[in-house]
C-alpha cells in the first residue's frame, strides 16, 4: 500500500482483556518496528522485525506482551490481560532496508488503546 | 544508555516569527537523526533525516542542523504559520547493535498564534 496502516485507530479495552493491534506496513519494507506513546511523551520503542523474525524485543514491558509477523508483511502486538497502565498510542513504523540502514522510517497513524 | 532531550518543552510563538527548537544527546555515536512532526490523534511525519556525516538539511522553510561531536541538533522555522502547530519529534539512531531503533525526545509542542 501507499502508507502503513494501522487498525483499530481506537479500542476501548476492559482492564483484563486481551486485544490485537494490526499493522499492515509499506509493501517490500522489511523491517517493522513497534513503539509505544505514552500520553506527553515520545514514543518508545517496544520491538523489532527483519522480514518474519523478531530480532529484538527488549524493549516489550512484560511477558503480557507478544508480537508477531509470521509472513515478512503484516504484523500484530498483541496484550493479554490488559492494565491500566497499558494505556497509550501503539504506533508502528517500516522501513525498507536492513540491518544498519541509512534510510529513515514511515510510521502508522497509531491505534489508541485506553483500558478502562 | 543514549537519552534524548528536547527543548522547550512547549513554545507558543505570533505567526510570522522564525523559531529555533533544540534537541540535544547524550551518545554522539548515531547514524543519524530526523525531526518527525506529529499532530493531534496522528502518527508521526518525517521531516528531515541527518546523515551522522551531514551538517544539515534543508527542506522549504525547514532547516536541521547537526553537530554530532557536541550532541545537538537544531530545527529551524522560518516564517511560521498557524499550520505549523503540532509536536515536534527528534529522534537518533544509535550506531551500533543489530536494531535500527529510534530513541525518541519528548517532544516540543508548538503553538502558532494567527
Known amino acids: 500500500g501507499a502508507g502503513v496502516s494501522q487498525s483499530p485507530r481506537y479500542k476501548v479495552a476492559k482492564r483484563g482483556q486481551d486485544v490485537a493491534l494490526r499493522c499492515d506496513p509499506i509493501?517490500?519494507?522489511?523491517?517493522l518496528f513497534w513503539y509505544q506513546q505514552a500520553l506527553g511523551q515520545g514514543p518508545e520503542f517496544l520491538t523489532y522485525?527483519?522480514?518474519?523474525?523478531?530480532?529484538?524485543k527488549s524493549g516489550l514491558p512484560s511477558d503480557r506482551f507478544f508480537a508477531e509477523r509470521p509472513e515478512g508483511s503484516v504484523s500484530t502486538l498483541k496484550i493479554q490481560r490488559t492494565q491500566q497502565e497499558d494505556s497509550a498510542v501503539y504506533l508502528c513504523a517500516s522501513s525498507l532496508g536492513r540491518g544498519r540502514g541509512r534510510g529513515g522510517y514511515t510510521f502508522g497513524s497509531g491505534t489508541r488503546l485506553t483500558v478502562v | 544508555k543514549q537519552e534524548v532531550t528536547q527543548i522547550p518543552a512547549a513554545l507558543s510563538v505570533p505567526e510570522g516569527e522564525n523559531l529555533v527548537l533544540n534537541c540535544s544527546f547524550t551518545d554522539s555515536a548515531i547514524y543519524n537523526l530526523q525531526w518527525f512532526r506529529q499532530d493531534p490523534g496522528k502518527g508521526l511525519t518525517s521531516l528531515l533525516l541527518i546523515q551522522s556525516s551531514q551538517r544539515e538539511q534543508t527542506s522549504g522553510r525547514l532547516n536541521a542542523s547537526l553537530d554530532k561531536s557536541s550532541g545537538r541538533s537544531t530545527l529551524y522555522i522560518a516564517a511560521s504559520q498557524p499550520g505549523d502547530s503540532a509536536t515536534y519529534l527528534c529522534a537518533v539512531r544509535n550506531y551500533g547493535g543489530a536494531t535500527n531503533k529510534l530513541i525518541f525526545g519528548t517532544g516540543t509542542l508548538l503553538a502558532v498564534q494567527p
Open positions: 522485525f527483519q522480514n518474519e523474525a523478531q530480532l529484538d
Open positions: 509493501s517490500g519494507h522489511v523491517s
